[in-house]
């Protein structure tokens, strides 16, 4: 995945704060010039060129994930990752609000969740 941005003088730490802080990019390039960046470029094509290309990252996850190789599946981990944050910050949907929702469902056992949803 190339983004385009610059993250050399940024903190890198190793823990989910990456995703606060990628979020934070990708939100900052909505309305910037197509031309300057590829966040840009999905963001002005939104929401379907950003959904497209999630869509196609999630198919290349699920490849890797039943082949054998790890560092493949890792790239394309945090391809689907970069693209699912495009889309949030496209629809106008907020990290926090996600966190949020996990934060609820971790109280709860996976199948009492999924009975909650109502099919």
């Known amino acids: 995945m190339t983004s385009g941005m610059d993250t050399s003088n940024r903190e890198t730490s190793m823990d989910g704060r990456i995703l606060d802080r990628l979020f934070e990019v990708v939100a900052?390039?909505?309305?910037?010039?197509?031309?300057?960046?590829?966040?840009?470029?999905?963001?002005?094509?939104?929401?379907?060129?950003?959904?497209?290309?999630?869509?196609?990252?999630?198919?290349?996850?699920?490849?890797?994930?039943?082949?054998?190789?790890?560092?493949?599946?890792?790239?394309?981990?945090?391809?689907?990752?970069?693209h699912l944050l495009v889309v949030l910050v496209s629809r106008g949907v907020e990290l926090e609000d996600v966190w949020a929702e996990l934060q609820r469902r971790e109280a709860q056992s996976g199948i009492a969740e999924k009975a909650g949803r109502g099919q």
């Open 28 to 82: 900052s390039r909505k309305g910037a010039d197509p031309a300057s960046s590829w966040t840009a470029k999905l963001l002005a094509e939104a929401p379907e060129l950003p959904a497209r290309k999630m869509a196609e990252e999630a198919t290349e996850t699920l490849i890797a994930a039943l082949g054998d190789d790890r560092q493949a599946l890792t790239a394309e981990a945090a391809d689907l990752i970069y």
